[in-house]
């Protein structure tokens, strides 16, 4: 099982960009799926999370401007990303919790796409 994490890029101030990460692999099930970032010289912090039924989560900061979305069907979570600020600079990394053959129940990470906010 692998997780791969695309979208990332450089953006303006106010700008958006939409992030993708895709879960390939022999699968039988994902139970939640999320976004993490860490910031330049700073420790990884949670972004957003969404249950397996749709539900998501946010961090405060990130409240009212990022969305984050699901497609069961293809295994892909997403982070719509708008009104951007230069604080948001950050390598994203996205996590999912699955279920495979043999190791059962698992955390994966992505390799992580870098996002830079800046004018």
């Known amino acids: 099982v692998q997780l791969q994490a695309s979208g990332g890029g450089l953006v303006q101030p106010g700008g958006s960009l939409r992030l993708s990460c895709l879960a390939s692999g022999t699968i039988f099930r994902i139970n939640y799926m999320g976004w993490y970032r860490q910031p330049p010289g700073k420790q990884r912090e949670l972004v957003a999370t969404i249950t397996s039924g749709g539900s998501p989560d946010y961090v405060d900061s990130v409240k009212g401007r990022f969305t984050i979305s699901r497609d069961n069907a293809k295994n892909t979570v997403y982070l719509q990303m708008n009104t951007l600020s230069p604080e948001d600079t950050a390598l994203y990394y996205c996590?999912?919790?699955?279920?495979?053959?043999?190791?059962?129940?698992?955390?994966?990470w992505g390799q992580g796409t870098q996002v830079t906010v800046s004018s």
């Open positions: 996590n999912a919790q699955i279920l495979g053959p043999i190791v059962g129940w698992r955390d994966y």
